[in-house]
Nanobody, 116 residues
Protein backbone atom coordinates (compact mmCIF):
# COMPACT_ATOMS: atom_id res chain seq x y z
CA UNK A 1 0.00 0.00 0.00
CA UNK A 2 1.03 3.62 -0.41
CA UNK A 3 3.23 4.75 2.45
CA UNK A 4 5.32 7.79 3.24
CA UNK A 5 8.03 8.32 5.83
CA UNK A 6 8.54 11.99 6.55
CA UNK A 7 11.50 13.39 8.43
CA UNK A 8 13.47 16.56 9.01
CA UNK A 9 11.10 18.58 11.13
CA UNK A 10 12.06 20.18 14.41
CA UNK A 11 12.53 23.39 16.34
CA UNK A 12 14.42 26.20 14.62
CA UNK A 13 14.98 29.87 15.32
CA UNK A 14 13.54 32.54 13.04
CA UNK A 15 15.78 32.95 10.02
CA UNK A 16 16.96 29.37 10.21
CA UNK A 17 16.64 26.50 7.77
CA UNK A 18 15.26 22.97 7.68
CA UNK A 19 15.08 20.31 5.01
CA UNK A 20 12.11 17.98 5.02
CA UNK A 21 12.18 14.58 3.35
CA UNK A 22 9.34 12.31 2.32
CA UNK A 23 10.29 8.78 1.28
CA UNK A 24 7.56 6.98 -0.65
CA UNK A 25 6.82 3.30 -1.09
CA UNK A 26 4.01 1.07 -2.32
CA UNK A 27 3.55 2.73 -5.70
CA UNK A 28 5.56 3.75 -8.74
CA UNK A 29 6.85 7.15 -7.70
CA UNK A 30 8.13 8.79 -10.87
CA UNK A 31 4.88 9.21 -12.85
CA UNK A 32 3.18 11.29 -10.16
CA UNK A 33 3.35 14.91 -9.18
CA UNK A 34 4.12 15.37 -5.50
CA UNK A 35 3.00 18.04 -3.09
CA UNK A 36 3.79 19.43 0.34
CA UNK A 37 1.00 20.80 2.50
CA UNK A 38 0.99 22.26 5.98
CA UNK A 39 -1.53 22.76 8.74
CA UNK A 40 -1.10 25.24 11.55
CA UNK A 41 -3.12 25.00 14.78
CA UNK A 42 -6.66 26.20 14.23
CA UNK A 43 -6.17 26.62 10.50
CA UNK A 44 -7.05 24.62 7.42
CA UNK A 45 -4.48 22.53 5.63
CA UNK A 46 -2.88 24.52 2.82
CA UNK A 47 -0.79 23.72 -0.22
CA UNK A 48 2.81 24.84 0.20
CA UNK A 49 4.48 23.54 -2.96
CA UNK A 50 4.06 21.07 -5.79
CA UNK A 51 6.47 19.50 -8.24
CA UNK A 52 5.95 17.76 -11.57
CA UNK A 53 6.95 14.20 -12.36
CA UNK A 54 10.45 14.97 -13.60
CA UNK A 55 11.03 17.91 -11.29
CA UNK A 56 11.15 20.28 -14.22
CA UNK A 57 8.47 22.56 -12.88
CA UNK A 58 7.31 23.59 -9.43
CA UNK A 59 4.74 25.92 -7.92
CA UNK A 60 4.63 27.60 -4.53
CA UNK A 61 2.24 29.35 -2.22
CA UNK A 62 2.83 33.10 -2.27
CA UNK A 63 3.75 32.98 1.41
CA UNK A 64 6.81 30.78 0.78
CA UNK A 65 8.00 31.91 -2.66
CA UNK A 66 11.69 32.72 -2.66
CA UNK A 67 12.25 30.93 0.66
CA UNK A 68 11.20 27.31 0.06
CA UNK A 69 12.34 24.93 -2.67
CA UNK A 70 10.70 21.63 -3.53
CA UNK A 71 12.73 18.93 -5.27
CA UNK A 72 12.58 15.21 -5.90
CA UNK A 73 14.88 12.27 -6.50
CA UNK A 74 13.02 9.65 -8.49
CA UNK A 75 15.83 7.14 -8.00
CA UNK A 76 15.26 7.36 -4.24
CA UNK A 77 11.45 7.74 -4.39
CA UNK A 78 11.83 10.85 -2.26
CA UNK A 79 10.53 14.40 -2.35
CA UNK A 80 12.19 17.20 -0.39
CA UNK A 81 11.28 20.63 0.89
CA UNK A 82 14.16 22.97 1.59
CA UNK A 83 12.95 25.75 3.87
CA UNK A 84 15.11 28.85 4.36
CA UNK A 85 14.55 32.15 6.15
CA UNK A 86 11.94 30.51 8.33
CA UNK A 87 9.38 32.66 10.11
CA UNK A 88 7.21 31.96 13.16
CA UNK A 89 4.19 31.82 10.84
CA UNK A 90 5.74 28.80 9.12
CA UNK A 91 5.07 26.80 12.28
CA UNK A 92 2.85 23.87 11.29
CA UNK A 93 2.68 20.17 10.68
CA UNK A 94 3.98 19.50 7.18
CA UNK A 95 2.60 16.68 5.04
CA UNK A 96 3.56 15.20 1.71
CA UNK A 97 0.81 14.07 -0.61
CA UNK A 98 0.27 12.19 -3.83
CA UNK A 99 -2.94 11.94 -5.82
CA UNK A 100 -3.41 8.63 -7.62
CA UNK A 101 -6.59 8.53 -9.66
CA UNK A 102 -9.32 9.92 -7.42
CA UNK A 103 -7.50 9.09 -4.18
CA UNK A 104 -5.26 11.32 -2.09
CA UNK A 105 -2.55 9.68 -0.01
CA UNK A 106 -0.94 11.57 2.85
CA UNK A 107 2.16 11.21 4.93
CA UNK A 108 1.93 11.14 8.72
CA UNK A 109 3.21 14.69 9.03
CA UNK A 110 6.30 16.22 10.57
CA UNK A 111 6.20 19.12 13.02
CA UNK A 112 8.06 22.32 12.21
CA UNK A 113 8.27 24.91 14.96
CA UNK A 114 9.89 28.29 14.36
CA UNK A 115 10.50 30.10 17.62
CA UNK A 116 13.19 31.95 19.50
Amino acid sequence: QVQFVESGGGLVQPGGSLRLSCAASGFTFSPYAMMWYRQAPGKERELVAGITTTGGSANYADSVKGRFTISRDNAKNTVYLQMNSLKPEDTAVYYCKVRIGMQNYWGQGTQVTVSS
